[in-house]
Each structure stands twice: as structure tokens, then as C-alpha cells.
């Protein structure tokens, strides 16, 4: 069971997996611009957490295998690789793990249901709202 924390602006945050160790989260993003500012905003809300950042195919289904992430935060649009494709892969290899897009891309236009059964992402976020990524987060991890 995670430990839970109060982070400054109030909010109830799940801090840590089964184990009790800090939270591990994959990044599927391009910008390394983009991904401090992410790890920002959930060290401001005083979550523990190691993440890995990968940009492509290979070291995503690596990452899967090696680091064993809890939740998963993916840019829609990268070189050479989409949001959709690591959604794809994480659904197959790591079904049970949140997945999030936290994008300025196109999230109006992603499918609500996907194909082959695979379920759609489960929550949308765009980098303009990034303050809003902690509690979502608190949301998805709540132990069911």
C-alpha cells in the first residue's frame, strides 16, 4: 500500500507503489525540455518518484521489462515513433499500467476505443496543464 502525503497546494497524493518505494514512471518523450519540466512539477508536489525517459521502440520494451513502471506519461507526437505506438505496446506488454498522454498534440482527434480490444489511454493531459499531473496521478494510483 502507498504512503500518502499532503502536497502544498492541498492535494492528497498516493506517493509510492507496493512496495513502498518511490514511484516509478516511464516518460515516452522527445524534449528533454519537456520531461524536466514534468519531473518539476511532481517534485514541487513532494512526490517521490525515479522515472526513465526513453524516445523509441526499443527502449520502451526495454524499460517495460528492466525499470517495471507503475504509470506511464507519453508525448503523442516523437520522431520516427507515436503516442499511439507506445500505447500500443504498453497495452500488450504492461496491460495493467496507467497510461497517460501528456501532450500538445492532437488529443481531441485520439479514438476512444481501440482496435483489437486494447483499451484507449487513461487520461489526456495537455503541457500547458502539467500542474494538474499530480492529482491526476493520486487518481489513477489509488489502490481498487
Same mark, same amino acid.
Given at each position: 500500500m502507498?504512503?500518502?502525503?499532503? /502536497?502544498?497546494r492541498g492535494l492528497?497524493l498516493?506517493?509510492?507503489?507496493? /512496495? ?6 516511464l516518460l *515516452? @518523450?522527445?524534449?528533454?525540455?519537456d &520531461?524536466e %519540466?514534468?519531473?518539476l @512539477?511532481? &517534485?514541487?508536489?513532494g *512526490?517521490?518518484?525515479?522515472y526513465v525517459?526513453?524516445?523509441?521502440e526499443?527502449a %520502451? %520494451?526495454r &524499460?517495460? /521489462?528492466d525499470f517495471?513502471?507503475q504509470?506511464v506519461?507519453?508525448?503523442l507526437n516523437?520522431?520516427?515513433?507515436s503516442?499511439e505506438?507506445?500505447?500500443e505496446?504498453?497495452r ?10 501528456v501532450?500538445?498534440?492532437w488529443l481531441?482527434?485520439l ?6 480490444g486494447? &483499451?484507449?489511454a487513461?487520461?489526456?493531459l495537455?503541457?500547458?496543464?502539467l500542474?494538474?499531473l499530480?492529482?491526476?496521478?493520486a487518481?489513477?494510483?489509488q489502490p481498487?
Open positions: 502507498g504512503r500518502v502525503q499532503r /502536497d502544498p492528497s498516493n506517493l509510492s507503489g507496493e /512496495d513502498g518505494g518511490p514511484l516509478r514512471l *515516452i @518523450e522527445d524534449s528533454a525540455d &520531461a %519540466l514534468t519531473t @512539477e511532481l &517534485a514541487d508536489a *512526490i517521490e518518484f525515479h525517459r526513453v524516445q523509441d526499443h %520502451l %520494451l &524499460a517495460l /521489462d517495471n513502471p504509470c506519461l507519453s508525448d516523437l520522431p520516427g515513433f503516442g505506438q507506445a500505447l505496446l504498453v500488450t506488454h504492461a496491460p495493467r499500467v496507467p497510461f497517460v498522454y501532450s500538445d498534440g481531441d482527434d479514438p476512444a476505443h481501440r482496435p483489437g486494447l &483499451a484507449p487513461d487520461a489526456q495537455p503541457k500547458s496543464e500542474q494538474l499530480p492529482g491526476l496521478l487518481e489513477l494510483l481498487r
